[in-house]
């Protein structure tokens, strides 16, 4: 069976790392009561991680418009396989949509987008408390439907391992 490219290999598991640590980070980053420094800190990583993930989705879809995937299996009825597309494009599309989301709801708080300690990232406009409140419910819907879409991602995979015995996960295991 075709495997994806290592390029494409070493970008899906560098994303789908990020992702689920910027998750997971952004959950225990807003339960920490008040402002501390170890939250401030919090907020500062996960924000770093956004930025990244936008960055590597960006050259992911590049690579991804400019390489062919390997082909689906010919087990894979038309259905399915145009399920698999629009999911995978959805994530694309999510990869995006939530850091962006991040980033405006950021910027509207008020509050600098300094990546990694080193440069600020342009705000495109001044702080507004009404869109601030527009944006935070916009940033965490659009992380829970990530997660839900990433969850049927691997659920998928594991079904086409473990039941339908395909290979397909293969095509992207390291």
Known sequence: MERYSRTAIALHWLIALLIVAAFILGLVMTDI???????????SWHKWMGVTV???????LLWRLKQKPPALPVSMTQGQKKAAEAGHWFLYFLMFAVPISGYLYTTAAGVPVVYLGLFKIPSLFEASPALKEILKPVHYWLN????????????????HQFIDKDGLLKRMLP
Do not use: S
């Open 144 to 159: 829970m439907l990530l997660a839900a879409v990433v969850i049927g991602h691997i659920a998928a995979a594991l079904k």
């Open 33 to 43: 009561p008040g402002l501390t420094p170890t939250k401030l800190k919090y907020y």
């Open 54 to 60: 936008l960055a590597l989705a960006a050259g992911r």
